[in-house]
Nanobody, 119 residues
């Protein structure tokens, strides 16, 4: 059974850091990309970034470049999202999701973890 489980959310002040983790199971990590998404209240879900399971190369949306870092541990099947210099606009529910190579859509999602950044 494919599962993605996020952890590490919480309440922090602007300028602080948080590290989220996505634990994946039920599939071979090397064959997929893992994306991090977030959804703020009243807004559409947006992709924050993603990482290739085989290459380890990462992509970031402009609003988080230089502040967020995605890393993976293929042996443990985990993908972390290190978030530094957090801003109130980073507040939202953060999700990790799986995408097969060659496909544009993500097929399995975690339950999400809340990140709240106070000003």
């Amino acid at each position: 059974e494919v599962q993605l489980v996020e952890s590490g959310g919480g309440l922090v002040q602007a300028g602080e850091s948080l590290r989220l983790s996505c634990a994946a199971s039920g599939f071979t990590f090397d064959d997929y990309a893992i994306g991090w998404f977030r959804q703020a209240p009243g807004k559409e879900r947006e992709r924050v970034g993603c990482i290739s399971g085989s290459e380890g190369s990462a992509y970031y949306v402009d609003s988080v470049k230089g502040r967020f870092t995605i890393s993976s541990d293929n042996a443990k099947n985990t993908v972390d999202l290190q978030m530094d210099s957090l801003k109130p606009e980073d507040t939202g529910v953060y999700y990790c999701a799986r995408r097969s190579f060659g496909r544009s859509s993500y097929d399995y999602w975690g339950q999400g973890t809340q990140v709240t950044v106070s000003s």
